[in-house]
């Protein structure tokens, strides 16, 4: 036993106070919950790392040190997100620090009143909020932005580009994304400098654990910039017209009184400022620092600029700048099967939730091909996600170009990195970094300024998370399958996987692209196998495979990614393998084998010759592979062998729709989440085509009509046509896919609009709502 409470008498902890809280080790704390401190060093260092034991172990659990929950795995995390009701974001802003009496006098003394902004603001307040004062984020409005970014990025490397040495934090990196920010907001040039000083000193309030002696001066400081703040917006309110997000909101004040209010502007102003400045400052330092110490990564964003987008979102995940936020619990809930009681605080690691290999195949691998690497939660999730994720992808994408562009012989200099101590705001306070002027690329070519890339918002290009593999064999194996190993083109290790991931390989110029599953042993390093039967069916994907692919050829491939994940934590388990499903079940019955689960393998097929891989399970699994070939009578009896629920024990079958829907009525009487089946697709946006009538959508604006099937979204169907819709979260909770309807009844599933605009049914969420009756007339 773990727990502090085996030594009473040396616990630190007031048991008394932990009343009725319970963890998975049976305790109401453990020893790694107790010495749980965001402000130590190590955390600040590398936060996922910090807290993998609680990953591992103990994925929710109380910190008597900080008075909060904290939660560390992906999915928790963004069932938190998900519902902003239940877990209210109204303390994301409150001081996690409570200061003492002389520090709170001095906040008092310059009449300091932080309020509700957008990110702590509960509904219905914030979603009527943040929709009136969306559209200065939409791509477009943003991409007037662009100029001055490039420009600003620009003059910055001028001043130090001859210098063979500077510190890009001090230099370029906290400055150049303040400089953009006040501009974003519209805060006239003459203040911008005395608000840089304040800046800082407002995360050190909110999430730092200031000294007592320090206090008093961050209080003063806070106090100052809570005043400047307010002289700024009463300057904008006597001209409130031209650009700027603040100028904006003024106006919108005239028209939405209650919803832009007094108090909402003051504190935007403050909190918008470290929002869009801290926030990019920290996630440009943290991302080159991270690059530079992954030199082919640098090398390869340098020699081909298309990558940096995902470059950007695999920076953000790995080592992003927001590590953690805050929720309050606003009634008795179960978070990862922990009870938390009405009225707890909850911290949310983000940074964990990112590094999480339930999510993320191989997940502390920086690998700026990673095809889900936007799926991280840097950015939060849901109704709150950040409004600024794409200004902030903007500028982080410019900062790099520019900088691969005119220093790729750049590296970085022996360094220890500091942070600022806080649980939320991370980035090094300096990034050395030195290099050869006299290699300056532009000393030899002075128009390689002239090329820029296009900045590229949105889902990231095929191209960018490709990566290129040899065939390093094709060979034949029974029942008309190709069985390709493949391996990196520079003999460095191949991705790493887990049972049930799959990969995408691209089927050569021809447009088409497949999914396998992966199955051999995740333990091989040199190469990846998947295993393709000829569909006779086939549109031409594995025909392709089959006709063309030798060995020593190329081909195009993304992934691993997994949406069939393996419990390693199950007591038994029952594999179900039909024909060429046994591939992800192969691969899980070999990791059963090695974990020492107790498992049964399953594996059906017409006839024994026409099984892949039957001698290869016969040998590793022995006894515990049963085979049932069709022509030997020797069919598998599912109600036999699932007719009775067995506790502790999951099913993962992969095969034909068929035998798929026979498993599932057979489990009818098994608990929720027993059977597993392969789903090649995430489920998000996803439809039940059984539930779903087909319906038309003519679009007024571009003159086009589409069909939308009942297995499509029209967000899908409008993306299909190249309507560029926005969309972020893809389940009717942000409000950012928001289409006009002309006519048509819409049957809406969103939890965005209000009653009364879905009455006026002059608004749809294109990611989720659907029609009603057969036709949508879309604004479009
Ligand atoms: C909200 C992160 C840049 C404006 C948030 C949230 C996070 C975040 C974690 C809370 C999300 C939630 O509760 O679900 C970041 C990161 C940035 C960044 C990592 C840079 C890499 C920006 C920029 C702006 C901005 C440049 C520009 C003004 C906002 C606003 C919200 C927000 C207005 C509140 C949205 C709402 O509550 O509806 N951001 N942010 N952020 N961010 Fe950002």
Redesign the pocket.
Known sequence: MTSLTAKPSACPIDHGALAGLKTPTGCPVSRKAAEFDPFEDAYQQDPPEYVRWSREQEPVFYSPKLRYWVVTRYDDIKAI?RDNLTFS?SI?LEKITPTGEEANQVLASYNYAMNRT??N?DEPA?MAR?RVLMAPFTPEALKEHEPMVREAARAYVDRFIDDGRADLVDQMLWEVPLTI?LH?LGVPEEDMDTLRQYSIAHTVNTWGRPKPEEQVAVAHAVGNFWQLAGKILEKMRRDPSGPG?MKYGIRKQAEHPDVVTDSYLHSMMMA?IV??HE??AN?TANALKLLLQHPSAWREICDDPSLIPNAVEEC?RHN???AA?RRLATKDVKVGGIDIPAGAKLLIV?SSANHDERHFEDPDLFDIRRDNSSDHL????????????N??RME?QIFLEELTKRLPHMRLCEQKFTYVPNTSFRGPEHLWVEWDPAQNPERRDPRLLDTVHPVRIGEPSRHAISRTMIVESATRLPGDVLRLRLKSPDGRPVPRWTPGAHIDIECGDSGLSRQYSLCGDPDDARTLEIAVLRDPDSRGGSRWLHENLKAGDKVKVRGPRNHFRFDEGAQKVILIAGGIGITPIGAMARRARQLGIDYELHYSGRSRACMAYLDELRQLHGERLQVHASDEGGRCDFAALLGRPQAGVQIYACGPVRMLEALEQCCAGWPEDALRVEHFHSTRGTLDPSKEQPFEVELKDSGITLQVPADQTLLAALRGANIDVQSDCGEGLCGSCEVRVLSGQVDHRDVVLTRAERDANSKMMACCSRAACGKLVLEL
């Open positions: 997100f974001p994301a957008l990110v603001e914030h943040r920010a974003f997000w918008g929002a869009a926030t990019t996630a953000l992003g700048s927001v936020w983000m840097t950015f939060g999730y849901g109704a709150h996600q950040c409004m600024g994720k200004l902030a982080l």
